[in-house]
Nanobody, 123 residues
Framework: QVQLVESGGGLVQAGGSLRLSCAASGTIFSINVMGWYRQAQAPGKQRELV?????????DYADSVKGRFTISRDNAEKTVHLQMNSLKPEDTAVYYC???????????????WGQGTQVTVSS
């Protein structure tokens, strides 16, 4: 049984920084992509990709966070981090960790999600 546990959310003033972490546990054979998504608590707001990183270190960022956020991963620890700098009120959302992984070889890859962590940026 795979579980993703996030940490590091909280309340911060605009211009401040936070670091989110997500650790995977359970029976895991291989983790392909690790990523962070967010969903603002407003009607009609959908979950959106913030940043993702592949097994070989290739990264992808939403345009709104480029230059401010940095994603990194520790394959040995099965952990992904999101360093968020120069935070803005519009970054306020619940942040979710997602990992695309397989639990045995050979087996297909599936998406696993964390429970979410609240990030609130005050103006």
């Amino acid at each position: 049984q795979v579980q993703l546990v996030e940490s590091g959310g909280g309340l911060v003033q605009a211009g401040g920084s936070l670091r989110l972490s997500c650790a995977a546990s359970g029976t895991i054979f291989s983790i392909n992509v690790m990523g962070w998504y967010r969903q603002a608590q407003a009607p009609g707001k959908q979950r959106e990709l913030v940043a993702a990183i592949t097994k070989d270190g290739r990264t992808d960022y939403a345009d709104s966070v480029k230059g401010r956020f940095t994603i990194s991963r520790d394959n040995a620890e099965k952990t992904v981090h999101l360093q968020m700098n120069s935070l803005k009120p519009e970054d306020t959302a619940v942040y979710y960790c997602k990992m695309v992984l397989s639990i045995r070889s050979p087996s297909p890859e599936y998406n696993y999600w964390g429970q979410g962590t609240q990030v609130t940026v005050s103006s």
